[in-house]
């Protein structure tokens, strides 16, 4: 059989048989309609926060000050992992989890300073 939207030869266990897959049964479903879709979606898109670009660039600054808000940003997430990662030290001394081997290296980091950072021969 024929895929009526790739023309494709499949098996036709997909559904009645007329596609080959899911895929292509929502693209011969909207094709008429595409430029219309992507239209409403674009607006509906407008203004929103770019995931990868991110907010600082979404946002109307100044190269200074994207970079303070990001010096920022990293002193925030910094910290939030430095919380995190107490409290895995705390469930560790009570004996409540087992660290793996990256989270005894950083433990023994942290509890003995710079001196443990080459305890595996590395920086």
Same mark, same amino acid.
Request: a positive charge; aromatic letters at 8%; one cysteine or more.
């Given at each position: ?16 048989? +007329? ?11 909207? +094709?008429?309609? =595409? ?7 674009? $607006? ?7 995931? +990868? =670009?991110?907010?600082?660039?979404? !946002? ?19 910290? !939030? ?8 030290? !705390? !469930? ?13 290296? $950083?433990?023994?980091?942290?509890? +003995?300073?710079?001196?443990? =950072? ?6």
């Amino acid at each position: 059989m024929l895929c009526e939207y790739c023309s494709k030869e499949h098996d036709g266990s997909y559904a009645t048989g +007329r596609f080959c897959n899911r895929g292509c049964a929502s693209g011969y479903c909207t +094709r008429k309609r =595409r430029k219309e879709i992507n239209q409403k979606v674009s $607006n509906s898109l407008t203004g929103r926060i770019s995931p +990868r =670009r991110g907010i600082l660039y979404s !946002l109307d600054l100044t190269a200074e000050q994207r970079e303070i808000r990001s010096k920022r940003w990293k002193v925030i997430q910094r910290n !939030l992992a430095d919380k995190k990662f107490a409290e895995k030290l !705390l !469930l560790w001394k009570e004996k409540k989890i087992q660290p793996g081997e990256s989270s005894c290296r $950083n433990i023994l980091i942290f509890e +003995r300073g710079k001196s443990a =950072r080459n305890v595996d021969g590395t920086k």
